[in-house]
Every structure is written in C-alpha cells, then in structure tokens.
C-alpha cells in the first residue's frame, strides 16, 4: 500500500471532534428557540426565519468556498472558521433585539460555510482506500454534537437563559487550535495526496460515466438530499414544539426525546459510510431514502413512547444515506471534491433552512400536528435513486475496454 493509500485515523477523528463542537454549538441554537421564543416573544414563522438566515447563509456560500479550495487549497482557513462561530455565539448572547439575533444567526452560517467544504476535503485527503469510512467518521462528529446540543440548552440555557449560549464560546477557541494542527499536517503532508491523485486520474483514458450520466446522477442526488434534508428541519426546529403541544411534557423532556432523535442521527451517519464502502453506495442511497417512508407515515398517529422510538429509528435511517450520497458525487465527479462537497452541504443547510421556514410558517396557519402530517410523504421522492447509474458496474466495464483497446492494437 503505497503512504496515499493510508488512512490517517487521527486527522480524521481531530476534524470530526472539531465538527461535533461546530454542530453541538449550532444545535444549541436550535434548541434554545422555546427560550428564545419566551424572550422575544417569536412566532413559529420568525423562529423559522432565523433558522433560514444561517442555514441559507451556509448554503450559498459552501459551494463558492468549495469551488475556490478545489482552485487554491487554502489549509489554514478552517481554524478561521472557527472564529466566525466563535463571534457569533457572542452575538447571539447579548442579542438584545431580532434583527440581532439575525445578524448573529448569518454569523453562524459563514462559519459553516468556511468550514464543511474544506473539512470534508481533508477527510477525503487522509481516507487512503477509505472514503466511506472517512466521510462517516467525519459526518458523526456533527451528529454528535446534534445530539448534544439540546442537553446543552436543557442545562445551561434553560437556567441561565439567552446569556448562557456565551458560555459555550471558549469551545470553538479550542476548536481553532486543533484545526491549526490538522492545517499543518494538510501543509505538509495533504497536498502531496492531491497532486497524487491528481496524477491518478490524468492516467486515465476511458470515463466510467459520461457527462450526461453525470449531470442526471447529480440532479437526483440534490433532490434526495434536499427531501431529507427538509425532514430533519422538522425534527430540529420543530420537534420540542410538536412534543410540548401534542403530550404536554415539559421544556426539558421534549429537549431529552430530541437528544435521543440525535443520537439516532449520529448512529446512522457512523454506519452508512462503512456500509456503502462494503455494500455499494447506490444501495445504501436507495435503502435510506425510500426504507423510511413506513416510520414516516407512522409517526404522526404513535403514542408518546413510541414517537421516540420512532424518531430514532427516523434518524438512523435518513442519516445512513449521506455519507454515501457525498462520497458517491465525488466519485463520479473526483476533480471537484471541493465543490461537490460545498454543493452538497450547502443544499443540506438550505434544504433546512428553507424547511424550518416554510414549516414555520404551515405551524403558525394549520397548527405543528400538520408539519408531520405533510412531511410524511416526502421520503417517497427516495424512488427517484433507480435512476442512479450503478458506479461499480461502470468502472469494471470502463477497465474492460481498457484492457482490450491495446489487445486489439497489438493483433
């Protein structure tokens, strides 16, 4: 196994340890809105806007920081991300007014923005022969700190209220310095991977899939990641809210079921990687998307006991497709790592902050019950993944014509 085809583990698991601090503090916004909501007297259509102001700000601009990394790695610019993050904590907790919390919402999502693009790079750089595995490994860290997020706001924000979000601020200090660590390593050692396999696939003469194939593949990729990426808003933004109304617990317990949903998230999302690497991307893709539809439709109609299970089970499954959907698009498109993984991850923060403000607005006009009576359905748009090429058969195919081309020249 030549160094390039070496997983390093550490890189990896340092951006995903960076990753769960970047989406705990991120989570941690999400699940203050019942107290942000009190303070600031908020309907659901302004909570859902301020969910939209950080998400779509991620959005637009992951794929333009992707595209430029992809041009001019750039391996110090995820600990400058951290900062954004770190500036808008503060932001967000001396908020004395909605337009500032906005403003400290857009902060948050430039932070984002710096920083998926770029770390999802360095997990494929330090992958080797690994890249499902890499991209779940790195992808969990976001979801645990999801998952950590509300028991956050449950422990601080809720006694110490809008003012206890400063205090987890020093959090995305340490995540600086370790990204300056990862950043050397990228210097040092990360940059001779990516003229490797730049290399690699100059030496290649035949395409496995033609363009049109893969402008089709990546269309349905986008529409797939956006219909999960809208269910999830549900749970995120919305979820307490639906528990607190429908079952009448209380502020914490709703914020321990959403911890629970999380924590199935996380799961999800550490195996899909590795099951795809194994099992096919496609499969994986197929089997998440359109295998959640049952639980979907179930849910809606479940008792408080098995609302929770079911959201577990919810987010374990849609969680499993990402990792195969990203590393399936940088696949079929290996010279835009950068870009495809901005692209996909800018869409995720859209799709979300699209969904939180438009299912804001359908809970202020027909009640929260509705959000999950209307979001259903959407898994079933998980039948357009037939229309995926099948990426394995493609490259045993494409190596075939390339072992016989020199067969034929040579009689």
Known sequence: ????????????????????????LQSLIAASYPTLKADFHLSFTQIGLVTLAYQLTGSLLQPVVGLL???????????????FTFGALLALSFAETYEGLFLGACILGIGSAVFHPESSRVA???????????????????????????IGAAVVVARFGQRGLGYF????????????????????????????ARSERVGRKTAAVSRGRVTGALAVLLVLTFSKFVYLASLTSYFTFYLMHKFDVSVQSAQMHLFATYAGVAAG????????????????????????????????????????????VIGFVLASAFPAIVVYAQEI???????????FFGLSFGAAGIGA??????????????????????PAIGMLAAFLPDLARSNRESHGRAVEAPERASA
């Open 69 to 83: 990394a992809d041009r001019r790695p750039a391996p110090f610019s995820l600990p400058i991300g951290t900062l």
């Open 1 to 24: 196994m030549t160094p390039s085809k070496r997983t390093v583990v550490g890189v990896i698991l340092s951006i995903s340890a960076c990753h769960m601090i970047k989406d705990m």
């Open 169 to 196: 601020s020093g959090l995305a200090l340490v995540s600086t310095f370790v990204l300056t660590q990862v950043g050397l390593w990228y210097k040092r050692e990360g940059l001779a991977r990516l003229a490797e």
């Open 357 to 378: 403000a438009l299912l804001g607005a359908l809970a202020d006009s027909s009640g929260i019950d509705r959000v999950y009576g209307v979001c259903a359905y959407l």
């Open 269 to 312: 999302t550490l195996a899909g990687g590795p099951l795809g690497d194994r099992f096919g991307r496609k499969h994986i893709i197929w089997f998440s998307i359109l295998g959640v539809l049952p639980f979907t439709l179930l849910l809606p109609h479940a008792s408080l006991f098995w609302t929770g299970v079911l959201t577990v």
């Open 333 to 343: 498109v290996p010279d835009r790592v950068g870009l495809v993984a901005g692209l």
């Open 124 to 150: 494929r750089m330090a992958a080797g022969d690994r890249p499902g595995f890499a991209q779940s490994l790195f992808q969990v860290g976001g979801n645990a700190g999801g998952a950590l997020g509300p």
